[in-house]
């Protein structure tokens, strides 16, 4: 019932995106928020606060924050969004949205909070060749997502083959980027 309830949500949303004027960045703030209900991350921080970082955009961080301060908590805890504005400033958390592809060379393989590692989710599809573990994508005026199963597998991520079966998958090994 549950994962009815998740197609329908993401064909609604895909189909009023296209049909209005729904932000592109609100809509894939709330793919992001739908992502963790269905990822279980190796080592998880006993933090009480769900950590996301917005890489790159200011605008595009004001739309991810605006809409989390709406969906406070996230896998039971508060869900707290921080602007990464320099590509040496060190991000510790359980998700990076990457907009700027300079972001993914410092953050790729990176540990978030207490050694569990970090979510990289790339705004291009060609983000997922650089280390994105999810990109996204729109095809036919519909957003959709690119998951790297083998990058998120190798880091311990457990993914559900009910998220699996709504990505496109794909498989890059070190030789490939």
Known sequence: MVQKGIVLFL?????????????EYHLKSAFIERFTRYIIWPKMSQDSTFHIGVAGDYDVYREVYDFFSRQPRIQN???????VTDTTEYFC??????IDAKYLDTYTGCSGKEGAP??????????SKKGAMISFFVEEKRLRFIINQ???NALGF???SFLLSMAEIIRFSEEDK
């Open 118 to 127: 970090l979510l990289l989710i790339g705004d291009q599809p060609s983000f």
């Open 11 to 23: 064909c609604l949303v895909s189909f009023v995106w296209a049909e209005r004027d729904i932000s």
């Open 150 to 152: 083998q990058h998120m």
């Open 93 to 98: 958390g359980q998700i990076l949205f990457v």
């Open 77 to 83: 805890k508060t869900a707290q969004v921080r602007h």
């Open 158 to 160: 457990q993914v559900s």
